[in-house]
């Protein structure tokens, strides 16, 4: 436990911090313009999308990092930081043509013209970012799984302290000096404050064994294959879930800014909850891929069950937390009425995801470990993808007649029932999946 604890509460704290930011930028534009909130929204919902398919490759270097420190293999270890370079690298190029060319995407989602002039030069903007946060999180994955989670911490605070306070002073403007850019200054902090973080982090807190020997052979095909036969899988799993959730926050556009902006201020909540299982998954799954490197099996499997139920009781006590103060914790986010009430017309629904949620990611978590990528994969994307969004779409847009059941339209509610009732399905089909997996190991014990 001491173990799990020394690799969790620094992680755990990183990605808070994350979180965090974000948070901020939303408090900071909800007091500039809603019609910001919303341009913020559609440029993160896609950017969210290539980010996140470049960290769910990252996660097969993850795996083979913790298991080639379980073998104190440092020569793999620089094999495998290589070619997760030239990952980001392709990644970067064609995420930035993308972001640079999204103009029929606005005009297929009926932005006005004034939101399109807000979002165009944001998106640019986050074209130059992605690949700094791409290689910013490579380091970070080297430095958690070689133990060392806690320089990830302390160059978050540095994150957050430059980011949070570059941001107000561009959103807002400074009289005299500097112009209120609203969200295109949210997003020049983040450029800036991205590579900056690289720069710093690499030459200060990353230890210089761990540093990229860049003389010698660069490329290494057999050590790419095994990142891409995890991270592949990994990756598409990550970018339905944020899809799902993004074209969530594209396809409500029509109900109105006011739905807009309760829809991010239940998923800012869900998020900053999120980040406690998903911390917790991330210093298990080092800890059980490192012991699995040692060969220590069985040890493995026991952790790998111990880890669900702490994730599971800790999302459980969060659910429990969020219900009974839910609406001081809610007006924290916006001070607009008619946001809070649909807000907090969310908040049962957001506490009931949240469970399921945990147990599904603490479980895909500890499949991969156990190098099973491939089912969860086509079980999470179908369910999300045909339940809750497919699902949630048409209840939110159409009446319901089924048998003696009369529903009428039910908005933005209709998206987060599906949603919930999708983590729930497949959760628990993870979760038999991964009881399956053990179940094999004992038979060939």
Known sequence: MKQFLHLWVPIFLSNSIIMLVGIFDMIFLSHYSPQHVAAMAVCL???????????????????????????RAFDNIQKILKQSILIVIVLSVFAGWLLTHADPLLHLLKADSALQALIQPCLWLLAWTLPAHLLVRI???????????????????????FKVSLAYCLIFGIQGYVPAYGVKGAFIAHLTVQWALLVVYYLIFLEKQLRVHWSGQFFHFKTLLKILRIGLPSAIVVFIDVFTISAIALLILPLGEIMVNAHQVAMGLAGLLFMVPFSMSSAFSILVSTRIGANQVQSAWDLTFKALRVVVASAVVLAILIAIFQKPIVTLFSDNKDVLAVSLALMFLLCWMHIFDAILVISVNMLRCWKVVVFPMFIFSGVLLLGGLGGG????YHPVLLFNLNLDVSGISGFWWMLAISYTFAALMCLLCLGL???KHLQTA
């Open 45 to 71: 919902s896609i950017y969210s999308l290539l980010f996140v398919s470049g960290t769910g490759i990252l996660q097969g270097m993850m795996q083979e990092l913790a298991e080639a420190y379980g073998r």
């Open 393 to 396: 779409w048409y209840l939110a």
């Open 437 to 439: 997996k053990y179940r």
């Open 139 to 161: 380091l970070y994955i080297l430095t958690q799984a070689c133990g060392e989670a806690k320089r990830v911490f302390y160059a978050n605070i540095f994150y957050l302290i």
